[in-house]
């Protein structure tokens, strides 16, 4: 076990892979001599050189279709998007090609693409790049999507992701490319895909958060025992496509209440959507209707006091939690 | 008459092949004519659904290119390519079956008219969005010079797609990584009902990839003899320097843009014009005059052509409908990852 921070889980997961794979290599905007933007990169180029570790023009669209009809004929492309605002640029190939030429071509061509972007919203950039746009990728039948939250899961997901045949949107965090965690040694530790992580064990209600929410979602849970006595569940589903819902419905056979906390909009969220599984699932566990808590339906402000309400944040979701079972518990 | 002049630069007095790759050139856009036709026919009977894009009139511009590649090389093309893939081999039954929506069709009836594919062919593709393959091309290029590969991709599209965002900046990084692409206009003077001159502010389409580091030239799209030639040099041109070209291959769709167009942008007049530069009897007259065949040989693969035609009618009629159970077959490759169908 090793402490890194999560930005430095992914440098190594794209070395490794680098190393294991020739087929391998990393495509985006300054990643290589300006080290990445976010630093994910740094390093890659020196020891890869540029045939492998390639700097692009700034063209989203066309650098994501150029990784569709690399990984058509035999290479495993790694294409990092500055950040998800940017991906609304290369929808056409991400959604039209990289999702829909396994299925629409017979099962002839496999598109084993990552497309690798973080988002979130708190640094006072203002609407056009703060977007959560997770929901909308999960919504596209053909592709897989990543949210990891911590370093672990940011190394063994990606890693993991690598290696599928099928393209993959694996979605990062601004905010979480600094958090240090625990992550385990070795080429080979892998985080599959569909597996959820009961972050803290609960019985009281269920609550679940995607991305950075996820951690949002424990800090509630502590303030949740700590004050009000509750014991939340507190789930981390990782990965949107495939989705661990078996997990979460166990979670909620237990507690028979569920709070869903994201930071994208809310209409057609992932909340909207787990919220309509576990009611189409899991009717009978519930003693109260799933509840949502999301960012604001709004793009998003950049004056600090409004960027701060537009998006959740602890007593949001600890508010939530209490409304749910219906006022403060002893 | 919104017409092209013929192309300044048009060379007529070519170099035939040999006689059997010439009466090959000739019987292979026989066949893409009698296939087209018969798929318009099928299409108006119902057997064939959605959206039907015909190459009627390009098939000069489709052989010359294909007999202009390797089979390691690579085409990718449009919506507009049944034609692509019988020059590249895939069986007209495959084609046929594909448009019927049977299960035997090419991609099992998932993709249709416009969504063709033979991997084993190495026809990429078969794309309904405009502009959407040439950075697929692109990628192509790039995985055959990772791989130290003197392979070749031509990525064929039409007049309209040059405006489209995609153009730019896949020529950009072509020219700017030197990828091995030929980048093939295919103008047969009109994005759908726009003529050329209503959409480009740039007609001379060869020149359109210049300023960003592409190098153009253009073939006459009704003669196949000329756009093998000048398609042929520039594919090699490319295999040798490894940087991209573009070549613009002017041509005429005799009819609509696709089987739903009542075609009111464009004069009877022009269309019979271009009709008279019939790229499929100039080249069997050229290979008469030439000795390569007679009369008697000319009908005999008229004949011959319509009868595969038929033979692929008939097996797209007996290929069954894909089974309901299928549905969710090859979303996605099942493997450690994806496991099954989801919620």
């Known amino acids: 076990m090793s402490e890194l921070r999560y930005r430095d889980a992914l440098n190594q997961a794209l070395r490794e892979e680098l190393a294991r794979d020739e087929r391998v290599l990393l495509m985006g ?4 001599v300006f080290g990445g933007a976010f630093k994910v990169t740094a390093g890659l180029l020196e020891e890869f050189g540029e045939g492998r570790v390639r700097d692009t023009p700034i063209s989203e669209n066309t650098i994501v279709g150029m990784g569709v009809g690399a990984a058509m004929t035999g290479l495993r492309p790694v294409v990092e998007l500055m950040t998800v605002n940017f991906a609304l640029l290369a929808f056409d190939q991400i959604v039209n090609h990289a999702a829909h030429i396994h299925y629409m071509f017979g099962g002839q061509a496999r598109v084993p693409l990552v497309v690798r972007m973080p988002q979130g919203a708190g640094h006072q950039l203002g609407p056009t790049h703060s977007h959560c746009l997770e929901a909308m990728f999960l919504h596209v039948p053909g592709l897989l999507v990543a949210t990891p939250a911590t370093a672990a899961d940011a190394k063994g997901l990606l890693k993991s992701a690598i290696r599928d045949d099928n393209p993959v949107i694996f979605i990062e965090h601004e905010s979480l490319y600094g958090v240090r965690g625990e992550v ?3 080429e080979d530790r892998l985080v599959d895909f569909g597996h959820a992580a009961v972050r803290r064990e609960g019985s009281d209600i269920t609550i679940v958060g995607v991305s950075r929410m996820a951690l949002t979602a424990e800090r509630a849970a502590e303030g949740l025992v700590a004050e009000h006595g509750v014991q939340a569940e507190v789930i981390d589903p990782r990965t949107l496509r495939p989705l661990d ?4 419905l166990a979670s909620v056979a237990k507690t028979n209440r569920c709070v869903v906390v994201e930071e994208g909009w809310p209409h057609g969220g992932v909340g909207a959507n787990l919220a309509a599984l576990i009611c189409e699932q899991a009717f009978d566990d ?4 799933v509840k949502r808590v999301s960012g604001a339906d709004v793009p998003m402000p950049y004056s600090k006091p409004l960027e701060d309400i537009a998006y959740p944040h602890e007593p949001q979701v600890v508010r939530a939690a209490l409304e749910v079972l219906g006022g403060v518990r002893a | 008459m919104e017409a092209q002049p013929d192309p300044e630069n048009a060379r007529a007095e070519r170099t035939l092949p040999d006689p059997d790759t010439a009466r090959e050139w000739l019987s292979t856009m026989t066949l893409i004519r009698r296939f087209e036709e018969r798929a318009g026919e099928m299409y108006a009977r119902a057997k064939v659904g959605g959206f039907l894009h015909l190459s009627i009139g390009e098939e000069a511009a489709i052989v010359g290119a294909a007999r202009a590649l390797r089979e390691t090389d690579y085409l990718i093309a449009t919506y507009r390519s049944h034609g692509h893939a019988l020059a590249r081999g895939t069986p007209p039954e495959r084609v046929m079956a594909e448009l019927f929506g049977r299960v035997d069709g090419c991609c099992k009836g998932r993709g249709g008219s416009m969504h ?4 084993q062919r190495r026809f990429m593709g078969g794309y309904g969005i405009v502009g959407g393959n040439l950075p697929i091309a692109a990628g192509i290029a790039l995985s055959s010079d990772y791989r130290e590969s003197d392979e070749v991709t031509l990525c064929v599209f039409g007049d309209g797609a040059s405006n489209q965002g995609t153009f730019g900046e896949t020529l950009n990084l072509a020219a700017l990584w030197k990828l091995p692409v030929v980048f093939m206009v295919t103008n047969n003077q009109f994005g759908m009902g726009t ?21 153009g030239t253009r073939c006459d799209g009704m003669n196949v003899l000329d756009t093998q030639s000048v398609v042929g040099e520039a594919v090699e041109r490319v295999r040798s320097e490894r940087r991209p070209m573009l070549v613009e291959a002017i041509t005429y769709r005799f009819r609509g843009h696709s089987m739903a167009d009542p075609e009111e942008y464009r004069s009877k007049e022009e269309v019979t014009h271009w009709r008279e530069r019939d790229p499929i009897p100039a080249f069997g007259a050229l290979l008469e005059r030439e000795g390569v065949v007679d009369a008697a040989e000319r009908a005999r693969i008229d004949k011959g052509a319509i009868a595969r035609v038929d033979a692929a009618v008939e097996f797209a009629e007996s290929s069954p409908f894909p089974e309901p159970g299928s549905l969710y077959d090859d979303v996605y490759v099942l493997d450690r990852q994806a496991r099954g169908r989801y919620w």
């Open chain 1, 245 to 248: 819902l078996d997990t979460i």
């Open chain 2, 116 to 119: 063709m594919f033979d991997s």
């Open chain 1, 29 to 32: 905007e300054d990643i290589g």
């Open chain 1, 286 to 289: 519930l003693d109260a209707p």
């Open chain 2, 195 to 215: 003529s050329l001159k209503r959409h480009s502010a740039v007609t001379d389409l060869q020149r359109k990839g210049e300023s960003l580091g592409v190098p």
């Open chain 1, 184 to 186: 385990p040694e070795g």
